[in-house]
């Protein structure tokens, strides 16, 4: 069974940096794409980046430039590392993989960026 747990989130100033992680129970080669998603109160939820099995990433243009994701195939990891954070970047983030049809998700962690 495919568990995601993430960890990593919490309380950061404007400009501040934060790292999530994302532990898989299975070999993350296992899925196409892991990713990371964030969503606030009302709005549906945004893909904020992911990466595919050959390595490709894709970032939303919000966040280009400012996180950067990454995976430690030895630890079946996929990171976000988050820095320059703004106050728009609050949500809780989940994480995601898929393969096929199937998406799976973690139970999300909260990013709050406010001084």
């Known amino acids: 069974q495919v568990q995601l747990v993430e960890s990593g989130g919490g309380l950061v100033q404007p400009g501040g940096s934060l790292s999530l992680s994302c532990a898989s129970s299975?070999?993350?080669?296992?899925?196409?794409?892991m990713g990371w998603y964030r969503q606030t109160p009302g709005k549906q939820r945004e893909l904020v980046a992911d990466?595919?099995?050959?390595?490709?990433?894709n970032y939303a243009d919000s966040v280009k430039g400012r996180f950067t994701i990454s995976r430690d195939s030895a630890k079946n990891t996929v990171y976000l590392q988050m820095n320059s954070l703004k106050p728009e970047d609050t949500a809780v983030y989940y994480c995601?993989?898929?393969?096929?049809?199937?998406?799976?998700w973690g139970q999300g962690t909260q990013v709050t960026v406010s001084s």
């Open positions: 995601n993989a898929r393969v096929m049809s199937r998406a799976y």
């Open positions: 299975v070999n993350i080669f296992e899925f196409n794409t």
């Open positions: 990466i595919n099995v050959g390595g490709t990433r």
